[in-house]
């Protein structure tokens, strides 16, 4: 058997609202209190993404986001359509809820899952190329 270890590439992200972290809704219930307390306010987006080779590495990147008033019809609906359930915050910018992003500070795919700029400059200061992976 060749021994080729390969690196492993891990991210996850949490909102954070008034210093309290919001991770994945555990009910509707907790998804439509996430999308309420969310309205007509500010938040901050923390992405990690750790790479595991001989070495370990890891970036933080924070972004804030902005949303706008929303009713509670828009929490119902957004609820109803299921994307909630498996966000943290209760939502994902590249969804429906993107109708609900009134700012955006930092980088939008961070706030997806994986801050694609900062971690291809990871992988390049790591020698790992695409041909690698």
Known sequence: MVNDVRPI??????????????GKPVDRKDSLDMLNALSGRDHQVYTA???VQSTEQILISLNLVGFRQLTPEDCESYCDSGEA???????????????????????????VGLPLHDTA???SQSDITTTTL
């Open 9 to 22: 590439l891990a991210a996850d992200t949490i909102i954070v609202l008034d210093g309290v972290i919001l």
């Open 49 to 51: 993404v750790a790479l």
């Open 85 to 111: 359930s498996d966000k943290a915050g209760g939502y994902g910018i590249q969804g429906l809820a993107a109708c609900f992003v009134t700012k955006l500070v930092g980088s939008y795919s961070s706030v």
């Open 121 to 123: 400059k990871m992988l």
